[in-house]
């Protein structure tokens, strides 16, 4: 193996990978997700406090949730991916005179690189949250980041390994071989749940240590909280670069063979399909054409995994509502369940602000139809999925919410307007989502934009999206915040009144600013001059 | 009188001209082909024509609507296929051409009867239940024709349609091209295939810099280019487009 080959390759990978745009995307991402990591962890950390958490469950907690990194690298892995190739490296690396294994060696060293670069902050950040709550110091905080990279690492040589050994027969076979690995991971790791289950004996939650997501979990947890096992340690650790040498020494292995073919290709915008063939859906006899424009918006959705995606958010975001409730944050902070709108509302930014790289606008702006109508069409298709899955979070954190506030009907009223009002947001968010993709979003066929420009485009998309969203959305919050006083001052024999009309109030407002930022999408596809 | 007017149009981006004071008279029933080197402001034009792109100045008359005006009116007669067209890869070809169909006004009777001939003729029965995503590039091809047609326009405007195709979809393509100019439609086509341009094109305009640099049928391009009355093609357009003191066969 030459090292020399190896050292171009990457150093070329990186100059291509690390552009200007990417070093200040790198920078606006890092930022948010660190406080996010910080809101995240204060909220657990108040959680095990009030539900007397130890830290053995926080350990299988940390498990659990590497557990899910493994498993969704698992899946990339059995998809070819687990070694990711581009165009440029089909047509220039793979035609040239370098080893396969080199070639093996090069990505999993920048692929390392990339999640260290990537994962080290926030990591770091989470683990001096909670050494700053234990009282442990920063230097073992970062030894616990350390690990956890160590652990990173770790998948992406298991996920590489696994795209390899695809060449080696398994490929036929590779659906019972996924679900096989998926359900031994996650078995392993839910078996300390069994420590909840009296007189069901402790070693049987040991074997969750097996694998390198207990391992890390136990180490960095453990460290973080200052449990004192200085020899367990070391012996966990010893093992954790058991499967690091394991994996590596195995991809070194099945590296020798040529393994291009078994790579999946990235194409960027490309979307994947089960099946090639499906029965068509879209009638549009007797349909009106708006009609048939939302049923295909809904086709598009649902055979492009949109809403798989948008049913596991919400069910993510409803577990980390619950915590945040059972955190007691709720009654510790009366007008906190604000937080419910922020979180709930932002939900809806997300989902729609890749819709116009779905479109084909040569079609559309070739057509004699209104823009701004289609837009609003799509938008009814694509906010029904929203609320469908919206609503149920909103009711179940919002039931205990209000019979918690039954005896003070002031802050009652705040909850009252809380709840549909995050709604509206997501609903508002959505429709900015819509109107920033409209006018800085990269449309499918036209390369007008370098991909270092779009990446430009892409961040300064995200830092107005987030500015104008929240512009849009405050006179909402600003409704909820001054509900208790209005209450206050009113007295409570008006509440039902005054709370029956801050709704309709709070509706009429997100129906006008939706009106608003759609028309405004519309106007920008129009003014568009790409395909 | 023409069926597409086009007058002094030009079109700027930023500080770069693409289109630069353009005059055009297409007459109806016309094949009219429009050559250029790469950059040159053709597919420019083309997205100008069809209301794509909004002119910085000048004016563009279907049948004496004004595109800019009525754009709505204008593009219900024009059928327009870009040069590289993207289609919807998580609908069928069935119903991408339905839902093209009903945008553009295609009664639902009609509709039906269009996609079924033309999957006939195109060879694409069998993959109207596929998934555009899993179709060949040639095949793709096909269907973004047929979408172009489906509501019958007057007008073909067809942005290089044989790039990059198989001889046998080639035949297939140029084909469906010569009926659609016996039913009457006036076709605006641009390509590289000078061959092409020479058998199908009735009058070619050779665009350079944005600047219509001659217009005709092959016998006046002959003579603009001083070239010999037996001249192909090929030899007219590098004579056309060659740059002042630049030997046009280096070029």
Redesign the interface.
Known sequence: MSLGTIGVLVRYWVKGRFTKATLVGLAVGETFSIVFVLFGSSTYLSFSNRVGLTTGLSEVAGSLLLALYLVGLIQSGFNGSGLPVNSSDVDYVFTSPVPPREVFGAKILLNSLTTVLFGFPPILVLYLRFSAYYRTGWPVAILAGMVTLVFLVIGLLLSADITLSLGRGIGQRKKLWRNLFITLVLVISLLPITLLIPEVPGVIAEAARILPNGLAATISVGLVSGTSRTIAYLVDLLLLFGWLVGFLLLGVRLSRGHFYEVLEVSVPGAEKFDEPSQSSRLNPRGRSLWSVVRLKERILISRTREARALFVNAMFLSGFLVIYALSGSFQSSPTSFLFILFIIGSFGSGTASRWIEKERLWILKSSPVSMRRYVKEVYRARLAPLLFYLTPVTVAVGVPLVLSQLGQPSLLLGVVLALPGALEIASITMAGGMYFASKYGQSSADDILSSQAQELADIRRFLFQTVINLIMVSPLILLVLASERLASSLGPGSLPALAASLVIVSIVFAGFAINVLLNKAGDAVSRREDL | MPQISVERLTKHYGTLVALDNVSLDIGSGEIFGLLGPNGAGKSTLL?TL?????PTSGTIRIDEIDIVVE???A??M???L?E?????????T??FL????????VD?EL??REISESLKSFGLEEK????L??LSKGMKQKVALI?TSLHNPEVLVLDEPLTALDPKTRVSVKDWIGARTKRGVTTILSTHDLDVAQSHAGRIAIIDHGKIVAVGDIESLRKMARAESDARLEDVFLRLTAEKGEDPILK
């Open positions: 997205k069809v209301g794509i792109l909004r754009p709505e009116k593009k219900r024009i059928g327009y870009p590289n067209p993207s289609l919807y890869t998580g609908l069928t069935l119903e339905q839902f093209v169909g009903k945008i553009r006004g639902d509709l039906d109207r239940n596929s998934l995503g899993s979408a």
